[in-house]
C-alpha cells in the first residue's frame, strides 16, 4: 500500500512540474516556444518588455531601410516612446494595407506609417494624440500637359496612380461629387514607387501622395515634379487597439512629453529641413 501510495505522489509532483512549466518559459522568463509573433496577441501590454509596430517602410522620410536597419521620423518618435515606456521596439515591415488590421486583432501593438487619422479607420482602432501634420501632392512628368491642380480631371482622360489603402487612395478613388476623381479612374500600387514608376512609364498621368515622400521621388528620379499646391491636408497619428487603452493612455503621455521637451520636433526637422 505504501509503494501505490508513493508512485502516485511521484506520478502527481511529475504532472504538477509540467503543468508549471506549460509555457515553454525558462528560469528568467524567456520564451522557449517556436515563434509565433504572427497569430500572438500583444494587446496587453501591462508586463510586457516589447513594444511591436507596424509599419510599411516605403515611405521617406518617415520610415525607410537603411541595409538591414530602419530609419525615418515614425522610426525616431517610436523608439522614444519605447524608451519613456522602458520598452524595446521591434519594427515589423508590412503591406501597408495590413497594419490596421493586425493593430486590430493584436498582432501588433502599433502602427505608425505617416498614417492619417480617418472615420473609417476609427471604426476599428484608436488612435494617440496627433504628431505631425501631412500634406497630400500631386507628382506628374515634368513634361506633362498638366500643369496645375484645376487641370486634373475624373471624367476617364486621366488615370492616377496611388498607394493601395492610403488616404491618397481613399480620397482619390471618392466620386467627383465628393472631391474624388471616381475608383474606375485610380490605379493602386503596394508602394508609392511601385505609383511613381508606373507614372515614369506612362501607365498613369500623376500620382497622388504626401509631400515629403513627394520631394524623396522627385528627387531620385528625373523628369517629374509636384504640382503648386496642397492637394489635402491631414494629421499623423499612432494606430492603437480599441481594447488597449492602457497602452493609448501611455503613448500619449510620451507623445506629450515628447512633443513639450522638443524632441519631436527635433526629429522632424532632422529629416524635414526648414526651406
Not at 520610415?63 to 521591434?90: C, H, Q, R
Not at 495590413?98 to 473609417?120: H, L, N, W, Y
Amino acid at each position: 500500500m505504501k509503494k501505490f501510495l508513493a508512485l502516485v505522489l511521484a506520478a502527481l509532483m511529475v504532472f504538477a512540474f509540467v503543468a508549471c512549466n506549460g509555457t515553454g518559459k525558462d528560469n528568467n522568463g524567456a520564451s522557449n516556444a517556436s515563434d509565433t509573433s504572427d497569430t500572438s496577441d500583444t494587446s496587453d501590454t501591462t508586463e510586457k518588455a516589447t513594444l511591436i509596430m507596424a509599419t510599411n517602410a516605403a515611405f521617406p522620410p518617415y520610415e525607410y531601410k537603411e541595409g538591414e536597419s530602419f530609419a525615418g521620423i515614425d522610426v525616431e518618435i517610436a523608439g522614444k516612446i519605447a524608451e519613456k515606456l522602458g520598452m524595446t521596439l521591434e519594427i515589423k515591415d508590412v503591406e501597408f494595407g495590413s497594419i490596421i488590421g493586425g493593430v486590430q486583432t493584436g498582432k501588433f501593438d502599433i502602427g505608425m506609417a505617416g498614417m492619417t487619422v480617418t472615420d473609417e479607420r476609427l471604426k476599428s482602432v484608436n488612435f494617440s494624440d496627433s504628431y505631425a501634420t501631412g500634406i497630400q501632392v500631386v507628382i506628374v512628368k515634368a513634361d506633362s500637359e498638366i500643369k496645375s491642380l484645376d487641370d486634373l480631371k475624373g471624367d476617364g482622360s486621366m488615370k492616377f496612380g496611388v498607394q493601395q489603402d492610403t488616404t491618397g487612395d481613399i480620397y482619390a478613388s471618392d466620386t467627383i461629387e465628393n472631391g474624388g476623381y471616381g475608383k474606375d479612374n485610380v490605379v493602386r500600387y503596394k508602394t508609392g514607387a511601385d505609383a511613381v514608376q508606373a507614372l515614369k512609364t506612362g501607365k498613369v498621368d500623376a500620382v497622388i501622395i504626401d509631400n515629403e515622400p513627394a520631394k524623396s521621388f522627385v528627387k531620385a528620379n528625373e523628369g517629374l515634379s509636384i504640382l503648386d499646391g496642397d492637394w489635402v491636408k491631414e494629421n499623423y497619428a499612432i494606430a492603437i487597439a480599441k481594447e488597449n487603452t492602457e497602452l493609448l493612455e501611455k503613448v500619449n503621455g510620451a507623445l506629450k512629453e515628447l512633443i513639450a521637451d522638443g524632441t519631436v520636433k527635433a526629429i522632424i526637422d532632422k529629416y524635414i529641413p526648414a526651406e
